[in-house]
């Protein structure tokens, strides 16, 4: 089944703990994203990446890191996580300009 | 950056009504996409439209690509309960980076039992 995993689904952290949620596609696909979605605010664009070790800003990146070192797989990485981090953030995945496809979501806390 | 308005932010309808959205930029874009999320979910892609005027359905759904490329309309048709959720705009604006989808805030449809 194609799909787009995100772990952990959940999570409560304190600020200022490193901590890093995974995705992972089976969908051989070129392009992922990180996206974070607020109340009011949409969804939005932290990092993407259009290839292995290829990655850019989006519209919010800071405080946030990403890597690309396979194909299949795109951490996002929060070294020193801030209470305004707290965000329910989604992983996507495409290939070239066709449907992008997004995992189920992680809900972080920053306490 | 760029941001898309999306309008209306909620709205209630009786079921079995027609509803009506759209999202408009202030730049021109070359593909729109229509999106609905359900509580606890990541969104889910509705329709994808790739030409300016491009008119294309998915069951009760239709969408439109603007002919001026800076808007785009979302209709569903004799809604049902399941429609309920949060319908997404987004974009891929002309020139800019394929990586980066712009997205609007969101309607929020509820429907009156």
């Known amino acids: 089944e194609a799909q787009v995993t995100q772990n952990p689904r959940y999570l409560i952290t304190v600020t200022g703990k490193k901590l890093t949620v995974t995705c992972s596609q089976n969908?051989?696909?070129?392009?992922m994203s990180w996206y974070r979605q607020d109340p009011g605010l949409g969804l939005r664009q932290i990092y993407y990446?259009?290839?292995?070790?290829?990655?850019d800003k989006g519209d919010v990146p800071e405080g946030y890191k990403v890597s690309r070192k396979e194909k299949r797989n795109f951490p996002l990485i929060l070294e020193s996580p801030s209470p305004n981090q707290t965000s329910l953030y989604f992983c996507?995945?495409?290939?070239?300009?066709?449907?992008?496809?997004f995992g189920p979501g992680t809900r972080l806390t920053v306490l | 950056g760029q941001q898309l308005n999306q309008s209306p932010q909620s709205m209630f309808i009786q079921e079995g009504e027609d509803v009506s959205m759209n999202c408009t930029s202030s730049?021109?874009?070359?593909?729109w996409l229509w999106y609905k999320q359900d509580p606890g979910e990541g969104p889910v892609l509705l329709i994808a439209?790739?030409?300016?005027?491009e008119l294309t359905s998915n069951g009760r759904l239709t969408a439109q690509f603007g002919i001026t490329r800076k808007d785009s309309f979302l209709n569903i048709s004799a809604s049902i309960p399941s429609d309920v959720g949060i319908y997404f705009c987004?974009?891929?604006?002309?020139?800019?980076?394929?990586?980066?989808?712009?997205f609007g805030k969101g309607t929020k449809l509820s429907v009156k039992p």
């Open positions: 996507a995945s495409r290939r070239g300009a066709d449907t992008q496809y």
């Open positions: 969908m051989n696909h070129e392009y």
């Open positions: 990446s259009m290839n292995v070790e290829v990655t």
């Open positions: 730049s021109i874009f070359n593909t």
């Open positions: 439209l790739y030409k300016a005027g």
């Open positions: 987004a974009g891929r604006e002309y020139g800019g980076s394929q990586g980066n989808l712009i």
